[in-house]
């Protein structure tokens, strides 16, 4: 029976339980549900709970782990001339794999019997023309230790799957009938149904924090593999970034790293006092009227894909600045600073745009949040608006802004396209604002998108240049967090 | 007429602060006060009491334009202060604060030590020209607002770390740095407990010699004890005005009475 059948059945049967949960309960009251523990639609509830659950939460492992168990079983059983032949032992197994389900295919299609297909042997039958005509395409002809493999793997396959129908139908019906025996007037269906609504919460809240320790794992075991390939030496302390596709390249992280801090700052420069300033009028002195369009007006550039910011620096911002500050005839200012549209100052102010939004409206909400009675406070004692912005508001809300501004500096750390589209891509150390520069993300990509082996440094560099970018953004967050909590109840 | 008036301050010996004639005050639409007329006297404490949302607060407010801030806000009628009307164009809100200080009824101290919290309205106002001026002025301040003594030995500790009453002196020595003529205080004692609230009374009494004190509150046992004249407003309306002890023994309007026994309210 296929899966999804299965599941089919599972909801059915789940959907029954609820309806007979509930007519059991008011049965048990003799029809009058003021005289149950819960209302009814609780009793139904749990019958269907406890159908469901445990049922599905099997079969989700069930299909997680009975493959790994197989292809454990069938590689230790696989002959180890075969994998001398062939490089490794994966691609013998993907042999197996492929060869196994198109066996199963030419099953469904008709081209072989249920029982003709176990007793296939290479000499009697061309097993790879057969499988050709289903549309299941073969490396080569098969050997007869691969078809073994593939028969133990498709014999274990089919047996593991009636096991889990049989298992996932008992544990359903077995749940149905626990749930209905409890199921009577005084069964206090809603506590139970109110741990199983926590359990959901639980379960939402610790899957997104085990994806994050999945992914810093992940990234940690291949950062683990690029040390084992180049030293780390190079990659913390070494000066220059060189990746030399065909090997012994110098991958030092630092020229990326000033070129992420440099435009990482310029876009800050920006951002804070705009943000900030913007933040101060709308919150303090716009009127309603002036408010109600100018703060989702400035929410829009929020909205704005950073590609489309790209486009920007690259078409607009970049020619703009090398003609004031370019070289040749064009630069206004007859300066012969700027060599190509592409530069630090380019990707910074268009980033710092991008940020504006960020920085303003987190610190609009910051300086709303500062109670009227320390601006009553301030006014009452013959200070000017701005003598009160000035001295009572901005320092009460200093801390928030502080956390404001450094939540924007871990995104413009790890912002790609602009810094793709609006900085070059050349690795080094300068101080020149209108010098190309590249950074850790976009070095990230390229090293990645490349054409080289998988297990080769100049790739293994992306992952341990990634990790280091968590690092960065997540220590910025910490401490942003960090300020904002210290602070906090100052005024509360 | 005039030597009506000159009668009439020797008769009395004290001198009238603050004159409002006909005033009336709207929130957007809605009318907060009514052609209130009321005369407070200089070196007097002067209790408003009414029921909640009668428009005391709003009269106070009124006395050094912090309506202004609020945007709905209108107020027509004249408000003299020494016989100026504090409502005319040339009249700097700003500079009327500093002459009019408010405490207000949370204590609202700024998140900053308690020296730079005394120092801030003298530092605003240029009123000192050298450090050793302002300290003068702070420690004159937090001793008339009788709180020297608790603080005297961390002035560089947060004025939010105090205790509410402490909070409440503190904005009180706040608003005196700044040497006002008019105190104003809107239910400075709603925040804080009855030993607090003891220490705060007796230091308005105090006040009353270099100011004239305007306090709303809600407790009539408050009013009685600190103030020597009583306003009482109903529905915007000023009901009765008149020395303390008649208000509270022999009122002339009926709402009063209603009120002060504990009828309405």
Not at chain 1, 15 to 29: I, T
Not at chain 1, 416 to 426: K, N, R
Not at chain 2, 186 to 201: G, K, N, R, Y
Request: include cysteine; charged fraction near 20%; aromatic fraction near 8%.
């Amino acid at each position: 029976m296929p899966t999804f059948w299965l599941i089919v059945i599972l909801l059915a049967l789940t959907a029954c339980g609820f309806f007979g949960g509930r007519r059991r309960a008011l049965a048990s009251a003799n029809g009058n549900p003021r005289d149950l523990h819960s209302l009814p639609v609780y009793y139904g509830a749990n019958v269907a709970m406890s159908i469901a659950i445990p049922a599905l939460m099997t079969l989700a492992i069930w299909l997680l782990v009975q493959p790994m168990v197989i292809e454990t079983r069938v590689s230790a059983s696989l002959p180890s001339e075969v994998i001398a032949e062939n490089t490794s032992i994966g691609l013998v197994m993907g042999d197996v794999r492929r060869l196994s389900d198109g066996l199963d295919e030419a099953v469904v299609q008709g081209i072989f019997e249920e029982k003709q297909s176990f007793a296939l042997n290479t000499e009697a039958t061309d097993v790879r023309a057969a499988l050709g005509t289903v549309g299941v395409a073969l490396g080569s002809d098969v050997r007869p230790e691969v078809l073994a493999a593939a028969q133990q793997y498709r014999q274990l396959s089919s047996t593991g799957k009636r096991a889990m129908t049989l298992v996932c139908l008992m544990l359903a019906l077995g749940g149905l009938a626990l749930s209905l025996r409890n199921t009577n007037k005084t069964f206090r269906a809603r506590n139970v149904v109110e741990r199983g609504i926590l359990a959901l919460l639980v379960l939402a809240a610790s899957l997104a924090i085990l994806t994050t320790v999945g992914i810093v794992f992940s990234m940690l075991f291949e950062t683990i593999n690029f040390f084992g390939l180049h030293t780390w030496r190079d990659f913390f302390f070494g000066k220059t970034w060189a990746p030399n596709f065909r090997g012994d390249s110098e991958l030092s992280m630092l020229p990326l790293l000033w070129g992420t801090l440099y435009i990482s700052a310029i876009a800050l420069l920006v951002a804070v006092p705009v943000g900030l300033f913007a933040a101060i009028y709308l919150s303090e002195y716009a009127g309603s009227a002036v408010r109600s369009f100018a703060k989702p007006l400035l929410e829009i550039l929020a909205g704005i894909p950073t590609i489309v910011y790209g486009l920007f620096a690259l078409l607009t911002v970049g020619p703009l600045l090398l003609k004031l500050f370019g070289q040749g005839e064009e630069g206004l200012l007859g300066l012969t600073w700027m060599s190509g549209a592409t530069s630090v100052l380019t990707a910074g102010l268009v980033m710092g745009i991008m940020l504006i939004p960020f920085v303003s409206s987190l610190s609009d909400d910051i300086i709303n949040a500062v109670p009227q009675t320390l601006r009553d406070g301030s006014l009452g004692l013959g200070a000017t608006k701005s003598e009160t912005i000035r001295q009572v508001v901005l320092p009460a809300a200093l801390p928030g802004i502080v956390g404001a501004i450094l939540l924007a500096a871990s995104r413009a750390i790890g912002e790609t396209m602009i810094v793709v589209m609006g900085a070059g891509a050349i690795a080094k150390f300068s101080a020149n604002p209108f010098d190309s520069m590249t950074t850790i993300t976009t070095r990230v990509v390229s090293q990645l998108t490349g054409d080289t082996d998988f297990a080769s440094p100049e790739t293994l560099v992306a992952f341990a240049l990634g990790l280091s970018l968590f690092v960065l953004t997540l220590g910025l967050n910490v401490l942003a967090l960090y300020i904002v909590r210290k602070y906090r109840e100052q005024y509360d | 007429m005039n030597t009506m008036n000159m009668l009439d301050k020797n008769l009395d010996t004290t001198t009238t602060k603050i004159t409002a004639r006909d005033v009336n005050v709207y929130y957007g639409d809605s009318h907060a006060i009514k052609d209130v007329n009321v005369e407070i006297d200089a070196n007097t404490v002067t209790a408003f009491i009414g029921p909640s949302g009668c428009g005391k607060s709003t009269f106070l407010r009124c006395i050094n334009r912090m309506n202004d801030t609020i945007d709905v806000c209108r107020v027509r009628g004249d408000i003299l202060l020494d016989g100026e009307d504090i409502y005319d164009k040339r009249v700097d809100p700003v500079q009327l604060r500093a002459k009019v200080g408010m405490v207000f009824q949370k204590p609202n101290p700024f998140p900053k030590s308690i020296y730079d919290n005394v120092s801030y309205g003298p530092r605003i106002h240029g009123l000192s020209r050298n450090k050793a001026e302002m300290d003068e002025i702070v420690e004159k301040s937090l001793r008339r607002a009788a709180i020297w003594e608790e603080v005297k030995d961390r002035l560089d500790a947060p004025g939010t770390g105090l205790s509410g009453g402490q909070q409440q002196r503190l904005c009180i020595a706040r608003a005196i740095a700044t040497e006002p003529e008019v105190l104003l205080m809107d239910e400075p004692c709603s925040a804080l407990d009855p030993i607090a609230t003891a220490q705060v009374e007796e230091l308005i009494d105090e006040l009353r010699a270099n100011y004239s004190v305007v306090i709303v509150t809600h407790s009539m046992q408050q009013a009685a004890r600190v103030s020597q004249k009583t306003a009482f407003f109903h529905l915007g309306n000023l009901v009765e005005f008149g020395p303390t002890g008649q208000i509270f023994t022999n009122p002339e309007d009926p709402r009063t009475e209603s009120y002060i026994t504990g009828r309405i309210g």
